[in-house]
């Protein structure tokens, strides 16, 4: 097993790889991306992992960046180059975005399906919010 050295990384992917998403063709933008972050030499800058269920079915395929903690949803293979293309700019794509970590929680981009919650408390949290 490696053990990699992250000093120079600045970005970290988190690739959903759960049944959903696979069905919607996560493998293939799990190399997209590792294949564009290869050709473009950027391996010590971005780290990525294949994880398994996000959570976030509904999304399918679903991306998480860190340490922006953004959210990204219907990513697809093809998404691959803009993605890495939007990181080094320093930029998103907006688009794509579901959620934005702020410190406080996950906030939701307009219009994304907020979906199930996990403790009556955040039910209770909701509500109010209604």
């Known amino acids: 097993m490696a053990t990699w050295n992250l000093t120079e990384t600045r970005y ?8 959903s998403c696979k069905q919607q ?22 780290h990525t992992t294949r994880t398994l269920c ?12 860190y340490p922006e903690g953004h ?11 803009s993605l890495i293309s939007a990181l080094m700019e320093g930029k998103r794509m907006q688009e794509k975005i579901s ?10 981009a307009p219009g994304t399906v907020l979906g199930a919650v996990k403790s009556r408390e955040r039910v209770e949290k909701v509500s109010k919010k209604m």
């Not at 970290?12 to 049944?19: E, K, R, V």
């Not at 996560?26 to 290869?38: P, S």
């Not at 996000?54 to 960046?65: F, H, I, S, Y």
């Not at 959210?71 to 180059?81: F, G, H, I, L, R």
């Open 12 to 19: 970290h992917l988190l690739i959903c790889n759960g049944s």
């Open 25 to 46: 063709g996560a493998e293939e933008l799990t190399q997209a991306i590792r294949k564009e972050i290869t050709e473009r030499e950027l391996d010590r800058v971005i």
């Open 54 to 65: 996000n959570g976030r079915c509904q999304d399918k395929c679903v991306l998480l960046v």
């Open 71 to 81: 959210w990204y949803k219907e990513m697809t293979s093809t998404d691959a180059p």
């Open 99 to 108: 959620h934005t970590f702020t410190g406080d929680g996950l906030e939701p």
